[in-house]
């Protein structure tokens, strides 16, 4: 089966999307819903669809259903058009999987690293280095330096506004089959798939990292 959606000026009347009663048209378009496994996109947080700029009222005739299960995509209501007494509607689907918003903050990311590159560049610059004769903290500001310079070009760094936590290659190839799925089971199944490899790799990284806690020296990272 694949995903339906039913959108437009239904001008029928029922509390069920705002309105104070319900009218036989209200009532029909509900049993029609209703009977074909429909669901109402409708938030009374939003403003209404519809302003009446005669009585100064505001109604939703303009209305939305889905034939999803699980949660709906979010609806909003934005501002009107001009010269219209009607406002549009933005729906935007829910991604099976959200990103989180991260810190603007410079980072280096240590597992992509080339410690090869990185090695071979401070193996090649390292004659380049004051000797032991020289002034240590002169000495020190060099060798600092080239670490610097090395890392620079063999490690990868930036910010990152949001992220996935162990998204990879194959969550790339697993999210690109969900999108491509054309019925609503294979959908489910491929989003099943889905958070089912994040969880398995959130679990191999959590194992990962506390394998690698070592107590002898500190136990900041604990």
Not at 133 to 157: E, G, M, T, V, Y
Request: net charge neutral; charged share 25%.
């Amino acid at each position: 089966m694949m995903y339906s959606m039913y959108v437009g000026d239904f001008s029928c009347h029922s509390t069920t999307w705002g309105y104070r009663s319900t009218n036989p048209s209200g009532e029909a378009l509900e049993d029609w819903a209703s009977a074909s496994g429909l669901n109402l996109l409708h938030d009374p947080k939003q403003p209404d669809s519809f302003h009446s700029r005669r009585g100064n009222t505001g109604t939703n005739p303009d209305l939305a259903f889905l034939n999803l299960r699980g949660p709906l995509p979010h609806g909003t209501i934005l501002e009107p058009f001009p010269k219209s007494q009607h406002r549009p509607s933005l729906i935007q689907p829910i991604n099976p999987i959200e990103p989180r918003t991260a810190k603007p903050v410079l980072r280096w990311n240590f597992r992509k690293a080339h410690w090869k590159q990185f090695t071979n560049l401070n193996e090649s610059e390292a004659g380049s280095l004051p000797g032991p004769s020289s002034d240590p903290d002169a000495a020190s500001s060099a060798f600092c330096q080239l670490l610097h310079c090395s890392a620079r070009k063999s490690i990868p760094r930036g910010c990152c506004q949001q992220c996935i936590p162990t998204w990879d290659s194959e969550c790339d190839q697993r999210y690109n089959t969900f999108l491509l799925a054309e019925s609503r089971v294979d959908s489910d199944c491929k989003a099943e798939e889905l958070t089912s490899c994040l969880d398995r790799k959130h679990r191999e990284r959590w194992i990962e990292s506390v394998e690698k806690i070592d107590f002898t020296h500190s136990s900041i990272k604990a």
